[in-house]
Each structure stands twice: as structure tokens, then as C-alpha cells.
T-cell receptor, first 114, second 114 residues
Framework: DGGITQSPKYLFRKEGQNVTLSCEQNLNHDAMYWYRQDPGQGLRLIYYSQIVNDFQKGDIAEGYSVSREKKESFPLTVTSAQKNPTAFYLC?????????????FGDGTRLSIL | AQSVTQLDSHVSVSEGTPVLLRCNYSSSYSPSLFWYVQHPNKGLQLLLKYTSAATLVKGINGFEAEFKKSETSFHLTKPSAHMSDAAEYFCVVSVRSNTGKLIFGQGTTLQVKP
């Protein structure tokens, strides 16, 4: 079945450490998105990519970085500059054919600080 | 600019009774609107979408929503709640651009009592 796979499901970060969250999709979608979810705050956009080798900052990009070297993959790195990384991170994709398209979501990665 | 407001952060119903989750939107054009559901520690699943074809939209699991332009509302309903409906629900509007970006409401937690 086609879908989005996020790994790991749980991740722990030490102070000063960078960690990378994986997101892989086999839906042949052009566009991919990373969101951060905190309790009571809905979803906030971190970064998005509409095509391979190109990506744009979302609303809360500081302290995060991404790459898009392959269509199927859009990893997110949470750097040591992100002082409050504890959250639930969701990856999503859509066909990339303009507005009005729903996004498909992975099952998320929960990141905590040790 | 587009926005959505979910009018209730928490709704509690008894099993077998109707569900109403309220959403108002703001948009200067005819929007694309969605309802998503999220179960604990899971990603978001699309319940239904409105893209101007019909004002009454039927979704999965017996849910439906009605687009009312005069009231700028897109409320989600279900005639009879089931215990498995207990989850977080998000009303979402598509940004008017070719980026595929979405704007999420703050979410409504639905509790279903036996």
C-alpha cells in the first residue's frame, strides 16, 4: 500500500545534539511538508518542498534544517539551536498539482529531551 | 488571508447521540476546506473535503459537513457517535497559492461517553 513512513516513532535528544527525523513516501507525490504539533496549538509548518532539490521555510523554521535529494525522501534535522524541541513531528505530502489538494500524513515522530 | 476557527476546544457526547463540531472560516475567495481526524500518537486522516462541487459533503465513518457561505461555516456532524470516534478533529483551509499549503484550526477533542 502507498503511504508515508516516518521513523523513528520515538526519539530522544541530548543537550547540544542534532537529530534527524526520517520521512519516506511511495505515493509519487511532488510536494512534502514538515509540521510541528504541540498540545492545544494545532499544526505549525516548519519547512516544505515542492520539487527535488528545492525547499522553502515555513512559519517556524528556526532551529531546523531539511534536504530534498530524492523525490521519495524529505528528512528533517532538529539542530541544537532549537531550544524547545519537545513535540510531535508530522510529515505530509500531496501530489503538488496546485491548491485544493488534501495532504497525506505519516504517523509522526515524538521527540523528547533527555 | 485565510483562517479557520474551531469554536469548541472540547466536545463531550454520549454514545449513540449526534455529534456537532463547529468550524468557521475566513477567506476572500471560494475556499477548499477539509476535516481531518487524529487518534492519539497517530497521524492525521482525511475525513472529507469541500472543493465547491456540492455544499453537503459526505465523508468516511458516517461523518458529513455542510458548507454555508452565508455563515462562513463548515460544521462537521454525525448522527450517532461511536466510542471509536473519540479523537482530535481539525478543520483545515487550503492556502490560495500553488504551494499546497494548509492552515489548521486549533483542534477539537471529541470525548464519547458510554
Amino acid at each position: 500500500d502507498g503511504g508515508i513512513t516516518q521513523s523513528p516513532k520515538y526519539l530522544f535528544r541530548k543537550e547540544g545534539q542534532n537529530v534527524t527525523l526520517s520521512c519516506e513516501q511511495n505515493l509519487n507525490h511532488d510536494a512534502m511538508y514538515w509540521y510541528r504539533q504541540d498540545p492545544g496549538q494545532g499544526l505549525r509548518l516548519i519547512y516544505y518542498s515542492q520539487i527535488v532539490n528545492d525547499f522553502q521555510k515555513g512559519d517556524i523554521a528556526e532551529g531546523y534544517s531539511v534536504s530534498r535529494e530524492k523525490k521519495e525522501s524529505f528528512p528533517l534535522t532538529v539542530t541544537s539551536a532549537q531550544k524547545n524541541p519537545t513535540a510531535f513531528y508530522l510529515c505530509a505530502s500531496n501530489p503538488g498539482q496546485g491548491m485544493g489538494q488534501p495532504q497525506h500524513f505519516g504517523d509522526g515522530t515524538r521527540l523528547s529531551i533527555l | 488571508a485565510q483562517s479557520v476557527t474551531q469554536l469548541d476546544s472540547h466536545v463531550s457526547v454520549s454514545e449513540g447521540t449526534p455529534v456537532l463540531l463547529r468550524c468557521n472560516y475566513s477567506s476572500s475567495y471560494s475556499p477548499s476546506l477539509f476535516w481531518y481526524v487524529q487518534h492519539p500518537n497517530k497521524g492525521l486522516q482525511l475525513l472529507l473535503k469541500y472543493t465547491s462541487a456540492a455544499t453537503l459533503v459526505k465523508g468516511i465513518n458516517g461523518f458529513e459537513a455542510e458548507f454555508k457561505k452565508s455563515e462562513t461555516s463548515f460544521h462537521l456532524t454525525k448522527p450517532s457517535a461511536h466510542m471509536s470516534d473519540a479523537a482530535e478533529y481539525f478543520c483545515v483551509v487550503s492556502v490560495r497559492s500553488n504551494t499546497g499549503k494548509l492552515i489548521f484550526g486549533q483542534g477539537t477533542t471529541l470525548q464519547v461517553k458510554p
